[in-house]
């Protein structure tokens, strides 16, 4: 297959080989971040982690990981947020900023790292593939994933591989190099997943009772089911929806019927809720797929188990490689070109 956007998704193995080989050559950067941002006290620093897009969904994903893993308050908005409403985004105490853009040249993102660095005097990250970008010069610290550079408009492994980033460098900061050795096993996690439930993306993707398409998922899971809410949307047109599960009883179930597809992205903290929620809307008429380390207590019409043998944290990135597949799948079935998604471009850039 020659779509570009193809190849970057099955080249997310090696990719991320390259990323967290990478992260060794990219240590200071960690290690003296970890040091200056590790919190002194209840009243001390926060993080405020922000993106436009798909690097929007996957700050929401790393405010958790990094209120997790380093023990500070953090959370996550968009872009233009910060850039448009300072007043009321920015917090008087000592922030850390963690700026995401995959270019590094999208303007909102830009411009939030501007109003940061004018009114407060935190700390400053961004995370990019592009070393070279009008962000990475801006800020104070540097990450940078440059093997996940794309060719494609909607965004795959570079997604992915900022992830890994940021989970090392929560991990440096919290102090869990247990996670950073764990880490090192995902290149081979993914090879074996992919091959297993490649037939079971391209199925699901290609069958035309799918009318809708929703995502659960809680904690990290919901910035990644945002995500492969957003890349079906992108690359195939297809009405999609996402939603943290528990939420989903109120009120949005009333859409559910036949024709509903739900994806549940099942965490290990709260396996047992979650698995109710399936099979409440399994009984309710939906088709359900549930991504989960393994299967025990779940009751779905189809698994995908990733059995990665690591702690909840360090295997997210494998949840999303099967519905990306899905996502392009469901383009080729509907006659569209997922290198060029309808009315998008790569970089957002405003006048």
Same mark, same amino acid.
């Given at each position: 297959?020659?779509?570009?956007?193809?190849?970057?998704?099955?080249?997310?193995?090696?990719?991320?080989?390259?990323?967290?080989?990478?992260?060794?050559?990219?240590?200071?950067?960690?290690?003296?971040?970890?040091?200056?941002?590790?919190?002194?006290?209840?009243?001390? #620093?926060?993080?405020?982690?922000?993106?436009?897009?798909?690097?929007?969904?996957?700050?929401?994903?790393?405010?958790?990981?990094?209120?997790?893993?380093?023990?500070?308050?953090?959370?996550?908005?968009?872009?233009?947020?910060?850039?448009?409403?300072? @007043?009321?985004?920015? #917090?008087?105490?000592?922030?850390?900023?963690?700026?995401?853009?995959?270019? %590094?040249?999208?303007? @909102?993102?830009?411009?939030?790292?501007?109003?940061?660095?004018?009114?407060?005097?935190?700390?400053?990250?961004?995370?990019?593939?592009?070393?070279?970008?009008?962000?990475?010069?801006?800020?104070?610290?540097? =990450?940078?994933?440059? !093997?996940?550079?794309?060719?494609?408009?909607?965004?795959?492994?570079?997604?992915?591989?900022?992830?890994?980033?940021?989970?090392?460098? !929560?991990? *440096?900061?919290?102090?869990?190099?247990?996670?950073?050795?764990?880490?090192?096993?995902? #290149?081979?996690?993914?090879?074996? =997943?992919?091959?297993?439930?490649?037939?079971?993306?391209?199925?699901?993707?290609?069958?035309?009772?799918?009318?809708?398409?929703?995502?659960?998922?809680?904690?990290?899971?919901?910035?990644?089911?945002?995500?492969?809410?957003?890349?079906?949307?992108?690359?195939?047109?297809?009405?999609?929806?996402?939603?943290?599960?528990?939420?989903?009883?109120?009120?949005?179930?009333?859409?559910?019927?036949?024709?509903?597809?739900?994806?549940?992205?099942?965490? @290990?903290?709260?396996?047992?809720?979650?698995?109710?929620?399936?099979?409440?809307?399994?009984?309710? %008429?939906?088709?359900?797929?549930?991504?989960?380390?393994?299967?025990?207590?779940?009751?779905?019409?189809?698994?995908?188990?990733? *059995?990665?043998?690591?702690?909840?944290?360090?295997?997210?990135?494998?949840?999303?490689?099967?519905?990306?597949?899905?996502?392009?799948?469901? !383009?080729?079935?509907?006659?569209?070109?997922?290198?060029?998604?309808?009315?998008?471009?790569?970089?957002?850039?405003?006048?």
């Amino acid at each position: 297959m020659d779509s570009f956007t193809y190849q970057e998704i099955m080249s997310q193995g090696e990719v991320w080989a390259a990323t967290l080989k990478s992260v060794k050559t990219q240590f200071n950067q960690i290690t003296d971040f970890a040091e200056r941002t590790r919190p002194v006290s209840k009243s001390g #620093p926060q993080a405020l982690f922000t993106g436009c897009g798909s690097t929007y969904y996957l700050s929401l994903s790393a405010a958790h990981l990094w209120s997790r893993l380093v023990g500070m308050p953090s959370r996550a908005l968009p872009a233009s947020e910060i850039w448009l409403f300072p @007043e009321y985004t920015l #917090p008087r105490q000592p922030t850390l900023l963690v700026t995401v853009s995959r270019s %590094g040249e999208t303007t @909102e993102t830009v411009k939030a790292l501007d109003v940061f660095l004018q009114r407060l005097s935190g700390e400053a990250l961004a995370v990019t593939c592009y070393p070279e970008s009008t962000l990475a010069r801006q800020a104070n610290r540097l =990450l940078v994933a440059q !093997a996940a550079q794309e060719q494609s408009i909607a965004q795959t492994r570079s997604f992915s591989s900022m992830f890994l980033l940021i989970l090392a460098a !929560a991990s *440096r900061a919290g102090g869990r190099m247990d996670l950073l050795e764990q880490m090192s096993s995902l #290149p081979k996690a993914f090879d074996r =997943l992919v091959a297993a439930y490649h037939p079971l993306a391209k199925g699901l993707a290609e069958n035309p009772k799918y009318e809708r398409i929703i995502y659960l998922g809680s904690g990290v899971n919901y910035g990644l089911a945002c995500e492969a809410m957003l890349k079906m949307k992108e690359m195939s047109l297809a009405p999609a929806e996402a939603f943290h599960f528990m939420e989903f009883r109120h009120g949005p179930k009333s859409v559910v019927s036949p024709g509903t597809l739900i994806v549940g992205l099942v965490s @290990e903290t709260a396996r047992e809720q979650e698995a109710l929620v399936l099979a409440e809307m399994r009984d309710l %008429g939906a088709t359900t797929l549930a991504i989960a380390e393994s299967g025990a207590g779940i009751s779905t019409d189809y698994l995908v188990e990733m *059995r990665s043998g690591l702690d909840d944290l360090a295997s997210r990135s494998l949840v999303l490689p099967v519905l990306q597949l899905m996502a392009y799948y469901r !383009a080729l079935s509907r006659g569209l070109d997922p290198d060029h998604p309808t009315n998008l471009d790569a970089v957002v850039k405003l006048g």
